[in-house]
């Protein structure tokens, strides 16, 4: 049984740093994609940042050069590193996993993934 549990949310000022992680456990398959979503009672789940199995990863355009994804594989769990956070990053941040499409990078959209944890808050005021 699959289980992603994040942790690390919290609330603070814009310009200030958050660092996510997400502790996985049960998935077997070698190649695979993981990633964080977010999202808001007002939008739609979008993706922020993915990894594959090789470690290429992908980020979207807008937290690029702010946030960075990571993982330890010793220890099966993904980073999510954000720098420079805004208000409009608020939003309940999600890890999800997902089977590895061949593609060499992994998708932003949220349909790929099968595997989802609970999520953890983050909230940054101005």
């Known amino acids: 049984q699959v289980q992603l549990v994040e942790s690390g949310g919290g609330s603070v000022l814009a310009g200030g740093s958050l660092r996510l992680s997400c502790a996985a456990s049960g998935y077997t398959s070698s190649r695979y994609c993981m990633g964080w979503f977010r999202q808001t009672p007002t939008k739609e789940r979008e993706g922020v940042a993915t990894l594959d199995s090789d470690t290429t990863t992908r980020v979207a355009d807008s937290v690029k050069g702010r946030f960075t994804i990571s993982k330890d594989a010793a220890k099966n769990t993904l980073y999510l590193q954000m720098n420079s956070l805004k208000p409009e990053d608020t939003a309940m941040y999600y890890c999800?996993?997902?089977?590895?499409?061949?593609?060499?990078?992994?998708?932003?959209?949220?349909?790929?993934?099968?595997?989802w944890g609970q999520g953890t808050q983050v909230t940054v005021s101005s």
């Open positions: 999800a996993a997902g089977p590895s499409l061949g593609l060499g990078i992994c998708p932003l959209q949220p349909i790929v993934y099968n595997y």
